[in-house]
């Protein structure tokens, strides 16, 4: 689960498949282009949540501690 959220992921998770159907059936792309839009979305996903989760580590790594 990695944004700590599962019906969040799940939407996460099916927007490649989403833009493969899609495409398909309302841009009227061929199979194998609809493929790599797919992929590209895929491959966009995968960078901006390892992106996402990178930078939310950097925050709490950086936040003082706050002990007395």
Known sequence: NPLNNAFVSTLVAALPVVAL???I???KIRIHNSALLALSVAFLIAIGV???LIFLMNIVRSKPSSSD
């Open 21 to 23: 159907l899609g495409s």
């Open 25 to 27: 059936a309302f841009l």
């Open 50 to 52: 390892t992106a996402a």
